[in-house]
């Protein structure tokens, strides 16, 4: 509670002139001279492209890593959030590859913003079969770090991939149960199904060669009616705290799923069986004071041991994407030298 407290006395002056909030070391674009950073592009097993940064410690010594691949949150690409913990669990040893998911940023997928959750798995396990060819990794030594909506994702990918032998996730979402039920189960079964309905009419739509619609996401301005949780995600998506668009997407586009695909959420039952991921470690971390640690805590009693829950105290959810003065490292290293 301390650091909230600590946030909101130096709030004001953390702001620059751009509206963003900088406070507690803020740093979404990072770079490092301790690390050589290199873009790559790989398979998935269905023949589309995937796009990642492969970052590497800057040493001499000739010897096999362990890797960590990073995923971005959800609706998000690599340069948000995910380069930067590559970056910095790079600075500590590690090689580790942020990648975009398939249908966002850089890596392939049509239309854009598709919502396929078995696909967006798939781009982990993609990213394994890249860094377990590579000379200087060694395979049996990958792990995963999910942050928000990628949380999900690497554990969906984790419970039928065993290549991936260390699983970390921050500030996670369960997308599925977040579109099913809402936050804390505040979506009535009646919403649910008025929502579904809307999605499959707009199927008509784009078949007949009408205009695609987009759905949820971040809000482009602020009112006095703009909930605090979309103030939260609007001061790293719509301010140069953390705003990117990538060549293949455009600002009013960017966090949007396409609304006609994002139902396939809905089916998305990623905690299922999650106790089959033993005794492979997992680490789940969240803000105490984030709007999402329902999701990590669902996630953590379902799941069998090894296991850890790990609480960030006095931190929110949109946080732990870039306050780097908040973000455990510490926490996520002493994890992975243990289980990689």
């Not at 410690?57 to 971005?72: F, L, N």
């Not at 369960?174 to 009535?188: E, P, V, Y």
């Not at 609007?234 to 006609?260: I, W």
Request: net charge negative; charged share 20%; hydrophobic share 35%.
């Amino acid at each position: 509670m301390k650091q909230l407290l600590f946030s909101a006395i130096f709030f004001l002056s953390s702001i620059h002139a751009t509206g963003a909030d900088m406070s507690f070391g803020a740093d979404n674009f990072y770079q490092s001279e301790q690390v050589t950073r290199e873009k790559v592009t790989f398979i998935n097993q269905y023949n589309m492209k995937v796009v990642g940064n492969v970052f590497r410690p800057k040493d001499s010594e000739s010897r096999r890593y362990p890797a960590i691949v990073v995923g971005h949150p959800m609706g998000a690409v690599k340069e948000q959030s995910a380069n930067l913990y590559a970056t910095k669990m790079a600075e500590r040893g590690y090689v580790t590859l942020a990648i975009d998911l398939s249908f966002w940023g850089e890596s392939e997928g049509q239309p854009r913003n598709a919502v396929s959750p078995d696909l967006y798995a798939e781009s982990f396990s993609a990213a394994v079969d890249f860094l377990g060819t590579r000379s200087f990794i060694d395979r049996d030594r990958i792990g995963v770090i999910g942050i928000c909506g990628s949380g999900s994702f690497a554990i969906s990918a984790a419970k039928i991939d065993p290549r991936l032998k260390a699983i970390a996730t921050v500030s996670m979402y369960d997308m599925g149960a977040a579109n099913r039920h809402a936050l804390n189960k505040s979506q009535t079964l009646e919403q649910r199904k008025q929502v579904i309905t809307q999605a499959a009419a707009q199927r008509y739509v784009e078949f007949n060669g009408g205009e695609a619609q987009y759905t949820s996401g971040t809000v482009h301005e602020l009112t006095e009616q703009t909930h605090p949780i979309q103030r939260e995600f609007y001061d790293f998506y719509r301010t140069p705290r953390g705003e990117y668009t990538p060549e293949s997407s455009s600002p009013e586009l960017t966090t949007h799923p396409r609304l006609s695909s994002n139902t396939k959420f809905m089916n998305f039952y990623p905690f299922n069986d999650i106790e089959t991921i033993s005794p492979r470690p997992m680490l789940f971390i969240s803000g105490d004071q984030a709007h999402s640690k329902e999701f990590s805590e669902d996630a953590y009693r379902r799941a069998a041991e090894p296991k850890e829950l790990y609480w960030v105290e006095g931190v929110g959810h949109v946080d732990l994407y870039d306050r780097a003065q908040l973000i455990p490292w510490d926490k996520l290293d002493n994890f992975f030298a243990s289980h990689l």
